[in-house]
């Protein structure tokens, strides 16, 4: 990652954060795959007659 700068107040505190475009977007997509993976884990505790996906693999393939 870049180097990032700091906007800072009169008494130097850090108020805010200057990234370059790429370490941004490299921020915005890890934040995406982390909705993903939250979305996946919530509808996960929320499924009611979740069949594991090995289960649904082998009834699947017999009836083809």
């Known amino acids: 990652m870049s180097k ?3 906007v ?3 008494r130097g505190r850090k108020k805010a954060v200057l990234l370059d475009i790429k370490a941004y ?6 934040l995406e795959d982390l ?6 884990l919530k509808a ?5 007659g979740f069949v594991p996906y090995d289960q649904f693999r082998k009834t699947f393939l017999k009836k083809r």
């Not at 977007?25 to 890890?30: D, H, P």
């Not at 996960?44 to 009611?48: L, P, S, T």
């Open 25 to 30: 977007r490299k921020l915005l997509a890890t």
């Open 35 to 40: 909705e993903d993976a939250n979305d996946l």
């Open 44 to 48: 996960e505790r929320e499924a009611r």
């Open 8 to 10: 800072t107040d009169p």
């Open 4 to 6: 990032q700068q700091f």
